[in-house]
């Protein structure tokens, strides 16, 4: 069966700081991958998506990026953050081509800006 | 271009009340329609989806949805409410690609 794994679970970091989250995905191939973001009692923003390695697709500009150097391997970067960057962080996959696939999603990681 | 609209962003029920969750969607071609449950500090756990087949979805935790074409509906019902149920629901919906558009999610609170 598949399985999807996000470390940190929790993470407080001064601003100005680096920020590397990392998400896997075991048991498929090919998956797309997707960060959202979840602000305070509010719904969930995509960040960025991601079809394959390399191929990287940004919803918001902001300052965060996103790579995808394996295959079942999505991570979430700044080089400096800001206090608008504090929020829970999600990452789902599901299956490419049609639209009747759902995502299935991390537990999150829970990102607190000083 | 496709759109979801979750009515009441909170919403408080009786334990063994009826639950509704109300949520309208607009899409340009034939929708997939999901209803998700997040508990706090959780990610999302798929409570059901329609894929065109079955108009009634039953899904998990006795939660089940009818997907109402006319009304451009999908509305989460269970028929007796326990205290478990407290959490936040997201309805999502599909086209043809991956990628889902969620709504803005309705907190679920059950009294006892």
């Known amino acids: 069966s598949q399985t999807i794994h996000q470390w940190p679970a929790t993470l407080v970091q001064p601003v100005g700081s680096p920020l590397s989250l990392e998400c896997t995905v075991e048991g498929t191939s090919n998956p797309n991958l997707y960060w959202y973001r979840q602000a305070a009692g509010r719904g969930l923003q995509l960040l960025f998506y991601s079809v394959g390695i390399g191929q990287i697709s940004s919803e918001v500009p902001q300052n965060l990026s996103a790579s995808r150097p394996q295959d079942r391997q999505f991570i979430l970067s700044s080089k400096k953050l800001l206090l608008s960057d504090s929020g829970f962080y999600l990452c789902a996959w599901n299956k490419g081509g049609i639209g009747n696939q759902p995502q299935h999603f991390g537990d999150g990681t829970r990102l607190s800006i000083l | 271009a496709q759109s979801v609209t979750q009515l009441g962003s909170h919403v408080s029920v009786s334990e063994g009340a009826l639950v509704l969750l109300r949520c309208n969607y607009s899409s340009s071609v034939p929708p997939y329609l999901f209803w998700y449950v997040q508990y706090p500090n959780q990610g999302l756990q798929l409570l059901l989806k329609y894929t065109s087949a079955a108009t009634l979805v039953k899904g998990i935790n006795g939660f089940e949805a009818e997907f109402k074409k006319s009304e451009t509906s999908f509305h989460l019902t269970k028929p007796s409410a326990h205290m478990s149920d407290a959490a936040e629901y997201f309805c999502?919906?599909?086209?043809?690609?991956?990628?889902?558009?969620f709504g803005e999610g309705t907190q679920l609170t059950v009294n006892p």
């Open positions: 999502a919906v599909s086209g043809s690609g991956s990628r889902l558009t």
